[in-house]
């Protein structure tokens, strides 16, 4: 596997329900992130880890929870989420050094019902 | 806080026709990213640009960056059908932030 891989592709959910996303990425980076993307809004940013350290969190629900236990991993817990939810879920990675961009996963493909 | 703009937010060109998107940023943002996505699919990177005055080329996409303007394009030169797709620019905000704008979702008609 190469890049950034995201599972699973593609989540159907209650709205009781508890699942997880989960992010690798194999490109020996060191600052991994969430993004959320809508039909109504741009790229939202949700969470940023660096060196396995959260810092960001753009004023996210707390039915979000994320958790990055080494800088290859990142998860986003859910639990609880409502139909408003239901978006397209983007992992991206990057090198904390000053002029690389953010290399993107695939997402998952989130529906809340 | 960073917020990037895009123009237009929709596109529909003619095959063989060149056009510009632009991208204006609120703060002081000292690089600028292009990234490419087709339905369905992630996010792909096309251009870093790292200072003022900076052009970048690759095929038929020609993007610049004036920092001193806070404006960023996109030039599409002779348009043709694969280069439809949705168009992002971000700004960096901070080490660790990109801020995107709103895309823009460019058809090309044959």
């Known amino acids: 596997e190469t890049g950034v891989t995201q599972t699973p592709r593609h989540l159907v959910m209650g709205m009781t329900n508890k699942k997880s996303l989960k992010c690798e990425q194999h490109?020996?980076?060191?600052?991994m992130y969430w993004y959320k993307q809508s039909a109504k809004k741009p790229l939202e940013l949700m969470f940023v880890y660096n060196f396995k350290e959260q810092t960001e969190n753009n004023s996210v629900p707390s039915r979000f929870s994320p958790e990055c236990p080494n800088s290859s991993h990142l998860f986003l817990h859910l639990h609880t989420l409502q139909p408003e939810d239901s978006a397209l879920y983007l992992c991206a990675s990057s090198q904390s050094s000053h002029y690389t961009e953010a290399f993107f996963g695939q997402g998952t493909r989130l529906t809340v019902v | 806080e960073l917020k990037v703009e895009q123009n237009p937010l929709f596109l529909s060109m003619q095959e063989g026709k060149n056009y510009t998107i632009y991208c204006n940023y609120s703060t002081t943002s000292d690089r600028l990213y292009w990234y490419r996505q087709d339905p369905g699919k992630s996010l792909e990177s096309l251009f870093v640009l790292l200072s003022n005055g900076a052009v970048k080329q690759e095929g038929r996409l020609m993007a610049s960056l004036d920092t001193k303007a806070r404006l960023s394009t996109l030039h599409i030169t002779a348009a043709v059908h694969d280069l439809s797709a949705t168009y992002f620019c971000?700004?960096?905000?901070?080490?660790?932030?990109?801020?995107f704008g709103t895309g823009t979702r460019l058809k090309v008609l044959a």
């Open positions: 490109l020996g980076h060191n600052a």
């Open positions: 971000a700004g960096h905000s901070g080490t660790y932030k990109y801020i």
